[in-house]
């Protein structure tokens, strides 16, 4: 055999390699492949290896099976008071069938588009302008189901749309924003009579607090002081009634004295005569005075005049 012939051999072995190793495909996780056999659809390739005859199959699309995102570009809709505004829309989708997907529709991403687009237009045709921006989940809602139905046959499954923007006229932004001014100004005149309210009733409360201490500290020192005159006028009336004791003790000493001393009759009439001198105190103009005292008057009278003798 000569050399020739190896080497055409060897080419041969290399080229049938090559055609093997072409015909042995491995479909990865989450994808899939759509299989065609001479035009025709043949099969639809999940994950592992699969082969194909070669120069016979061949692998018409790849499919990913996993959810995936568009981002649509912002659509003009008019509302049903006739406003006309922008709306963006952002459509999660997953392909569910490869096969629908493959052969249901030439461009299914411009397809859902376009299908986007006419849902809006048509659920937003039925809504007035505060409506549509305030029921954005009722928006969404809609327009997932109307969605999930019109893609079933491409093999698509509509899983979530979300309104992204809402974008109204310039003059309509002006005027939201004018309300919206207003009104955060109303709320704040409403927090501010709130703040002032408050601050009235804490203060007349505190009025009322301090009034009632007042009252509280007034009645207090009444008692007080009403406690320490009754006090007074107590002791006042014990030292009176101490005073009276004494001099009523000392006038009972003094007759106990006199009773003790056994004094005789010129004694008495003297100490008679001695108090009816006190009862006059000067002040009497007239004073009867009993005839025994006049006689130890006199009695005393003429003793006076002896040791007067007696002196010169």
């Known amino acids: ?12 072995l290399v080229v049938f390699l090559i ?36 120069l016979i199959d061949r692998i018409a699309k790849r499919v990913i099976l996993k959810e995936q995102v568009v981002d649509f570009a912002p659509q003009p809709v008019i509302t049903k008071d006739n406003v006309t505004m922008r709306i963006d829309t952002v459509v999660f989708y997953q392909i569910t069938d490869p096969k629908l997907f493959a052969y249901g ?5 411009m397809a859902i588009e376009n299908l986007t687009a006419t849902t809006l237009r048509n659920i937003i045709g039925d809504l ?20 999930d139905v019109a893609t079933d046959p491409w093999g698509i499954k509509v899983n979530r749309v979300e309104l992204k923007n809402i974008i109204p006229p310039a003059a309509i932004q002006d005027a939201m924003e004018k309300q919206m001014k207003a009104e955060r100004e109303r709320r704040e005149a409403i927090l501010i009579a ?7 009733v804490l203060v007349a409360e505190g009025k009322k607090e301090s009034a009632i201490l007042e009252a509280e500290a007034e009645k207090a020192a009444a008692i007080l002081r009403a406690e ?30 006199l009773n003790e001393a056994a004094p ?13 001198a006190k009862a006059a105190d000067g002040k009497a103009t007239k004073i009867i005075i009993p005839s025994e005292i006049q006689g130890m008057a006199g009695m005393v ?3 006076t005049e002896v040791g007067a003798k007696d002196a010169q």
């Not at 072409?22 to 290896?49: D, H, N």
């Not at 529709?105 to 991403?109: D, S």
């Not at 007035?128 to 969605?147: G, V, Y």
């Not at 009754?230 to 004295?257: H, P, T, Y």
């Open 128 to 147: 007035e302008l505060d409506e549509t921006l305030t029921s954005r989940e009722t928006i969404n809602t809609k327009m997932r189901a109307s969605l």
């Open 105 to 109: 529709v030439e461009n299914p991403i």
């Open 19 to 54: 055609i093997v190793a072409s015909c042995v495909k491995i479909v990865p996780q989450a994808q899939a492949y759509v299989v065609e056999r001479l035009g025709g659809y043949q099969a639809t390739w999940s994950v592992g290896i699969h082969l194909k005859l070669p």
């Open 194 to 200: 709130e703040g002032e309210k408050k601050s009235t």
């Open 228 to 257: 320490a005159k009754k006090e007074a006028m107590i002791r006042e009336a014990e030292g009176q009634a101490e005073a009276i004791l004494r001099v009523q003790q000392a006038n009972a000493d003094g007759i106990r004295f």
């Open 264 to 276: 005789n009759t010129q004694v008495i009439q003297l100490k008679s005569l001695e108090a009816f």
């Open 1 to 12: 055999m000569g050399s020739e012939t190896i080497v055409a051999i060897i080419a041969l």
């Open 301 to 303: 009278k003429a003793l």
